[in-house]
C-alpha cells in the first residue's frame, strides 16, 4: 500500500492488511425492497489486522472554558484519556479483540433521508477510516480521510468536512457488528478501510472531523493553557538559568523587576514556543508589565493582558496570534489594550528584544479621540507616539515619520487610505468594536484581512455567540482557518446545533447540538475573553434603576385609537398588504408616543409630497388631521400633549432642583424628537449640549470632553443612541433618561452603559419612559421576554425590519390598553395584583428588595445582559398613586405616572 493524500496515511498507516476477502450476498432487506438499488453488487471487504490497538487520534488539545477560571484550562488526549470541565467525557479506547472475517454483499443504494433511523437495531458506531475509488488495484491510492457511521444494517460516509460521501444499506447486521479496525468495506463506489474506532463522544462532539486538514492547531504542551491562568502573579519566574543563554547574552535583563511585590509578569514560552518563535536562541528573558500601569490596574484588566499577551504570542494555540476580548462595556478594554502595546513594543521574551514595532488600531469613528486621550491618560505623552488620523492629520504623514508607533484610524478612514497603509508593516492590529467584522464579505473585513498582520484583536462588548455564522466571520478573522473552511464548519457545527434548537428536534439531535456546542466553544475558548460587569460593580457607586410607564395624552389616545382603527392597520392584520406595512404603522405610533406633533408632521409631509407612496401609509393617516385641532402648528407643539414629556419636563425640573451639580444625559433614537427635546431645554433655559449623526467625527471627542469636565456648565447631553452610543464615557452625567425605546435591547444597555462606568462619582440615576399600555410597552415586553431565546436580538446592527411578527403578535402590537396601569405587570401574574386594594404593597414593608414576587427568589444578576421577565419580577414595583414613595425623584413625577419598577444595584448610599 503507497502513501496518498489522506491525512492520515501521510504519517504511515500503521496496519498491516492479512486478506482480500472475496465478496459474498446478502439477504435482501426488507428496506431494500423500497429503495432503488445500483445494479452492481458491492462488496463488503474485510481485511484482518494484527493491531488491534486503536489510537483515534494523536493531538491532545487544550480545551479551556470561554470565559477562563482558575484551572479550567487543561490538556486533553484525544487518543486516551481527557478531562476538561467544560469539554464532555473522555472517550475510552478499545481494546479489540483478534480480528475477524466477514462476509456481506450489500448494494449500492440511494437511501431516502432519515432512512437510518429506521433501522431497527439503534447502537451506532462510528469509526475513522480511509477512501479510495473502489478497484481491484492491489495497491490502493487512499483520497481521503473519513467518518463512518454504522447503524443497524446502514453505513454513512462522510467526509472531514462532514458532507455525505456516501450511504448504504442492508449489510448484514451481525457483520456491521464485528467491523473493526484494519476491515474494509464497500460503500457508494467507494472503498473503505477502517483505522480505528471513533468514540460516540468524540463524534458528538465533531472532534473527529479535525483529524484532518481542518484541524485546529492547538496546541499540545501550550504551557500557558496549562497554567492557572487566572493568577497571574505565580507566573513570576526566576531570570532564565545560566545553560539557557547562548554567550553574550548574559546580560539580558527584563525591563522591570519580576520580583518586586504586585509584579505583572508574562508567561514564559516553553520549549516547543522558543524553538518556534525564537530561531536564534535568544535566552528567555521575563516581560513584566511596566508597574506605572499596574498600579492602576483591576484585578480582571491584569487577567486580560496576560490573556492577550499569551494569544498574541501563540502560547494559547499553536501558531495562532489572535485573540477576542469581549468584555462587557465599560470594563476597560481600551486600557488593556494599551498596556498590551506599550509592554510588547518595549519588551519581548526572547532576549528583551521588542516583539512589535508599529501598531494598527481601527476604530470607530467618534472614538478615534477617545483612544488618543486614554492613551495620555494612562501612559503621558512621552512614553509612545501615537498618530491619530483625522482631517488634518493624514496617513501620509505616519507613513513617512518614523516618529510614530501606533496609527489610530477609522473603519472609514482605513478604507479610503488603505494603499498608504498596506504600505506599512504593521506588527499588531486592534479593531475596536470589532463585531462589524461579523461578515466577512463586506470591503472592511476583507482590507483587513489584506494586511497580513498576524498578531490580531477584536474588541466588542457585544456577545459573539448569537449567530454562528457572524461567529465563524469573527473567529476566522482572527486566527484564519482555525476552524476550518466555512463549509466544513456548517456541516460540523453549525446545522447540528441550529437543527438541536429546533423544537421537532429529536432527542437524539438536541444531543447531538449540544456536544457540538460544547466543542465549539471550548476549542474557541482559548481566545476569547468575556468578562461581566460584576467584576467592577465594586468600584462603581449605586445605580437606581427605573422604568417608568408614562400616561398618554388625551390627544394621543385619541390618534392612537383612530390609528388602530385604520384601514392600514385592518389591512395588515389580515395580511393582505404587499412589502413590511406594519413596519410603518409601527413607526407611526412609535412617534405618536413621543409626540403628537412628530406624527403631525408626517402627515403633513405626505400630504404635500408628490411621492404619496403607497396607498397604505394614506390610509394609515386618513382622518387624523381631523383630530388635531384646526389651528394646530407643530413648531408650537405643548408639554402636556405628551405623557411622556410631561413626565420629563418634571424630572429635569426636581433633578435641577435637588441636584444642581449634577448632569444628565438624555437619549433618543430620533433626530426628530432630539429636536423637540432640545426645543423644551431652550424653552426651559436648560443648558445643553447634543451629539448625533451628524455632528462630525472630529468634533465629538470634544463635546464629550466638555460635557465631562467639572467646569462644564451644560446640564444636558442630548444623545442620539443609535449614532454616538457606543464606546462613549459619559460619566459626567449621572443621569441618564431613555425617552425611547428600542427593539434592540442592546440599543438600550449601550445607552444605559455611558454612564454607570468607572470614574463615576455620584449615584446613578437611569429612567426609561414608557407610554403605559402603548406599543412601547410590547416593545419593552419582547425585549425582556425573548432574552432566552437564541433569535433574541443583542446585535446593533439589527433594526426592526430583522424582526418577523406573527398575526398574533400584530394583533397584540396594535391593541391599546387604555384601563391597565401596567400591562406588563398585569403579565408577570405577580402576587400584589390579588391584593385587595389591587395597588400593591408598600416599599417600606419589603425594605431590601421588592414589595412582591411571585417563585424563588434568583439571584440577580447586575450584569448588562438584558433583563428578564423573572428579573423584574423581582424589582421593587408600584403603582403611581401608591401612597409612599420615598425616592424624592419619583415622588415629584408621580402625577403622570401609572407604575414604577425600581432597582438599585450597588444599594448603599443610594438615592
Ligand atoms: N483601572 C481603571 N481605573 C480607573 N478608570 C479606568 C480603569 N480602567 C478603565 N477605566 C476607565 O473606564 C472607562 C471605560 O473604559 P473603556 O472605554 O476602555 O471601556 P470599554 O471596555 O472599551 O467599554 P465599551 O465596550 O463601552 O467601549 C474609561 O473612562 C477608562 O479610562
Ligand atoms: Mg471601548
Known sequence: MRRSAAPSQLQGNPFKKLKFIPPGRSNPSPNEENTKMSPDVKLFEVVASKNTFLQLQNNPRICSSNLPTEGSAREINHGHNYSGKHCSEASVMATLDPPHTVHSAPKEITVPKGQEEEEPDSQVKYFSVVWCKASKKKHKKWEGDAVLIVKGKSLILKDLEGKDIGRGIAYKFKELEKLEEGHRVMIGGKEVEVMGIISPDDFNSGRCFQLGGGSPAISSSSEAAKKCFFNPFKSVCKPSSKENRPNGFQDCKPRHDPHVPNSLVMSRPDSNQQWMFSKNRFPV????????????????????????????????????????????????????????????????????????????????????????????????????????????????????????????????????????????????????????????????????ISLSCEKRVILTGTPVQNDLQEFFALIDFVNPGILGSLSSYRKIYEEPIIISRQPSASEEEKELGEKRAAELTCLT???????????????????????????????????????????????????????????????????????????????????????????????????????????????????EESGKLQVLLKLLAVIHELRPTEKVVLVSNYTQTLNILQEVCKRHGYTYTRLDGQTPISQRQQIVDCFNSKYSSDFIFLLSSKAGGVGLNLIGGSHLILYDIDWNPATDIQAMSRVWRDGQKHPVHIYRLLTTGTIEEKIYQRQISKQDLSEAVVDLTKTSEHIQFSVEELKNLFTLHESSHCVTHDLLDCECTRDKDGTGGSLEKFPNSRNCQLGPHHQKSNSLKPLSMSQLKQWKHFSGDHLNLTDPFLERIRENVSFFFQNITNQSTAI
Request: hydrophobic fraction near 40%.
Open 285 to 448: 528573558v521575563d516581560v513584566v508589565i511596566d508597574p506605572h500601569l499596574v498600579y492602576h490596574l483591576r484585578p480582571h484588566q491584569k487577567e486580560g493582558i496576560v490573556f492577550l499577551y499569551e494569544c498574541v504570542m501563540g502560547m494559547r494555540v499553536n501558531g495562532r496570534c489572535g485573540a477576542i476580548l469581549a468584555d462587557e462595556m465599560g470594563l476597560g478594554k481600551t486600557l488593556q489594550c494599551i498596556s498590551l502595546i506599550w509592554t510588547l513594543q518595549c519588551q519581548g521574551p526572547y532576549g528583551g528584544k521588542p516583539v512589535i514595532k508599529k501598531t494598527l488600531i481601527v476604530t470607530p469613528g467618534s472614538l478615534v479621540n477617545n483612544w488618543k486621550k486614554e492613551f495620555q491618560k494612562w501612559l503621558g505623552s512621552e512614553r509612545i507616539k501615537i498618530f491619530p488620523v483625522d482631517q488634518d492629520h493624514k496617513v501620509e504623514e505616519f507613513t513617512k515619520s518614523p516618529f510614530y508607533s501606533v496609527l489610530i484610524i477609522s473603519y472609514e478612514m482605513l478604507l479610503r487610505s488603505l494603499d498608504q497603509i498596506k504600505n506599512v508593516k504593521f506588527d499588531l492590529l486592534i479593531c475596536d468594536e470589532g463585531h462589524r467584522l461579523k461578515n466577512s464579505a463586506i470591503k472592511t473585513t476583507t482590507a483587513l
Open 525 to 639: 475558548g482559548l481566545f476569547i475573553l468575556r468578562r461581566t460587569q460584576e467584576v467592577i460593580n465594586k468600584y462603581l457607586p449605586p445605580k437606581i434603576e427605573n422604568v417608568v410607564f408614562c400616561r398618554p395624552g388625551p390627544l394621543q389616545v385619541e390618534l392612537y385609537r383612530k390609528l388602530l382603527n385604520s384601514q392600514a392597520v385592518r389591512f395588515c392584520l389580515q395580511g393582505l398588504l404587499g412589502s413590511s406595512p406594519h413596519l410603518i404603522c409601527i413607526g407611526a405610533l412609535k412617534k405618536l408616543c413621543n409626540h403628537p406633533c412628530l406624527l403631525f408632521n408626517s402627515i403633513k409631509e405626505k400630504e404635500y409630497s408628490s411621492t404619496w407612496d403607497g396607498n397604505e401609509e394614506r390610509s394609515l393617516y386618513e382622518g387624523l388631521v381631523d383630530v388635531f385641532p384646526a389651528d394646530y402648528n407643530p413648531l408650537m407643539f405643548t408639554e
